[in-house]
């Protein structure tokens, strides 16, 4: 089987290392002998329509703004993810995906709608810190990531959440962090997200590939178990 996955403007939304993401899901996929390649689509690029993982990371107010814009006249992301192909949006790629977000000048304005979730700003302090969450659903171990967001997401009551927060802010309503919708994924977790959490990563991959063989990766591994020992006690 052969995999392409979709890296989205890295250079706008990749202030906190996001793109890393894609390398954790090439290294996983080719560790079980799939054929995977890496788009790079940049601003002024077309997005392709017939990718199987697309990655959206984190960045700033003007960015976010100016992707936003940009997949909106495009369409690709759009499509793809009509027709089920898996997404992975971090942080600013996060709010992007939902139905409304503010924009530079705080003012709302309409996302790509790819998930029932509303972002705004409030007089709440930034949430900047680390991030631990119980996930919803997956049978997925205790999560662990960096925040750092001024925004608030509050989800549609149809909208199951990646998880639970333990500890930090996640989307700032009902202890909820993310998204998980079918085949999408959003969360505030930075770090990168699926360097901190592999088990994350290869249920990423597995919404696009189906089941896979299971992978000893030792070194991934005893990284997200000292993440979740140090900031859980556990």
């Known amino acids: 089987m052969s995999l392409t996955i979709v890296r989205l403007y890295h250079d706008l939304l990749g202030t906190y290392g996001d793109q890393g993401n894609a390398e954790i899901l090439m290294h996983r996929a080719k560790a079980r002998n799939l054929d995977v390649q890496l788009v790079e689509v940049t601003p002024g690029m077309a997005v392709p329509r017939s990718g199987d993982i697309y990655l959206l990371g984190g960045g700033e107010d003007g960015p976010q703004s100016a992707a936003l814009e940009m997949l909106k006249q495009d369409g690709g992301l759009q499509y793809a993810a009509a027709g089920g192909a898996t997404v992975l949006a971090i942080c600013a790629g996060f709010q992007i995906i939902g139905e409304s977000l503010p924009d530079s000048s ?3 304005v309409a996302g790509l709608g790819l998930v029932d979730a509303h972002t705004i700003y409030d007089a709440s302090p ?3 810190g680390e991030l631990v969450i119980q996930p919803s659903r997956g049978g ?6 960096f ?3 001024q925004g608030l997401t509050r989800l549609g009551e149809d909208m199951p959440p990646l998880g639970l927060v333990q500890s930090g802010v ?3 309503f009902s202890k909820q962090e ?5 085949n999408i994924f959003g969360t505030y977790m930075h770090g990168p997200a699926l360097a901190r959490n592999p088990e994350l990563a290869d249920a990423v991959l597995q919404c696009a590939a189906g089941p896979m063989r299971p992978f000893n990766d030792p070194l991934a591994d005893a990284f997200a178990k000292e993440r979740r020992q140090t900031l859980t006690g556990n």
């Open 106 to 108: 705080g003012n709302a």
């Open 126 to 128: 930034r949430s900047v």
């Open 140 to 145: 997925l171990p205790m999560l662990t990531g």
């Open 147 to 149: 925040e750092n967001h």
């Open 170 to 172: 996640g989307n700032g």
């Open 178 to 182: 993310g998204v998980w919708h079918g």
